[in-house]
């Protein structure tokens, strides 16, 4: 081959590079889920799946132990319950024996992941409980007594409803433990190693944690399974649209800062702006301070 010949070639080679369509990306219906739910998710406005749910979905339908790290933000939510309303669509609830748990750490993320379910298995017939602080203990204790195909739970009313004797956990196929590092901080290591061992060793176990600390390591080691380990990376945290700048001060008098406030505000010909302080009263001296140098400046009226 010549040189002149090599060129060319090499000039063709990266023509039919550059021709090659990108890689086709996966898709919902590429991951094994049941018609009715695809239709849920189509309707939820998703197009394509996250990451997580991409790796997660096909390994849950196989019923193989997933632990994933992961945090708020990646889709995980959906990752675990889109394949287990499909899992659940064969089989029977039998009275106070709901045939999978969810654990969360905070009774507002359990109510999330109930709207999920409500919202992904409207097309297939699921019962669910809830068992949160603030929830009537009667209502969710009619649904339990009747039962239920998903019980959603903090780690304490679990165990309370547990002893009260109004609830087994033998049947469970499925368990999932939600935001692991939440729980550790919260203390509730202990409920969940004591929840695991009243669950049947032969379940599906579904642990999602955004960050791997050795007490959680010890509790993965001992009650998942060969699990499929999905590690995806954090959700951006600033839109991308967003310019970041830092302005660096000489100390931290407030006078100062306000004036560097105001000089920012002016040198970056801001319209409309919302600006945080890590205090209320700093929000009220801010809102007050911009107000006297002719800012049409307010501090939010909300107090927690
Ligand atoms: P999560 O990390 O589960 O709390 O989900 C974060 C947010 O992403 C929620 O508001 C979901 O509704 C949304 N979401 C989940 N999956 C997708 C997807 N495949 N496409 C677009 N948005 C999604």
Not at 188 to 206: C, H, M, V, W, Y
Request: charged share 25%.
């Amino acid at each position: 081959m010549t040189l002149e010949n090599a060129a060319q070639e090499g000039e063709q080679a990266a023509e039919t590079k550059a021709e090659t369509p990108a890689e086709p990306k996966i898709t919902f219906a590429d991951l094994g889920l049941s018609e009715p739910t695809l239709r849920a998710v189509t309707e939820s406005g998703y197009t394509y799946p996250t990451p997580i749910q991409a790796a997660a979905i096909p390994e849950v339908l196989m019923n193989r132990d997933v632990l994933g790290i992961a945090q708020t933000g990646t889709g995980k939510t959906a990752a675990f319950t889109l394949p287990m309303i499909d899992i659940l669509a064969a089989g029977r609830a039998r009275a106070r024996m709901p045939r999978t748990l969810i654990l969360e750490p905070t009774r507002e993320l359990a109510a999330q992941v109930a709207e999920g379910f409500d919202k992904y298995g409207k097309y297939q017939k699921l019962t669910k409980a809830l068992l949160i602080g603030g929830v009537s203990f009667g209502d969710q204790d009619a649904l339990l007594a009747r039962g239920v195909d998903v019980l959603i739970a903090t780690p304490g009313r679990l165990l309370d409803h547990f002893e009260r004797g109004k609830l087994l956990l033998t049947g469970v196929q499925v368990m999932v433990v939600d935001e692991a590092d939440r729980m550790l901080d919260m203390g509730f290591i202990p409920d969940i190693e004591r929840i695991f061992k009243l669950t049947p060793f032969t379940r599906q176990t579904l642990f999602f944690s955004a960050t791997m600390a050795p007490e959680i390591t010890r509790i993965t080691d001992q009650f998942l399974s060969n699990p499929k380990r999905i590690e995806v990376a954090k959700p951006a945290t600033t839109a991308t649209t967003i310019t970041q700048r830092i302005v660096a001060l000489p100390g931290s008098d407030p006078r100062t800062r306000r004036a560097a406030l105001r000089a920012t505000i002016n040198s970056c010909e801001v319209k409309n702006a919302i600006i945080f302080c890590n205090r209320k009263t700093d929000v009220d001296v801010v809102a007050l301070s911009l107000k006297r140098h002719g800012y049409n400046a307010a501090p939010h009226p909300w107090r927690s």
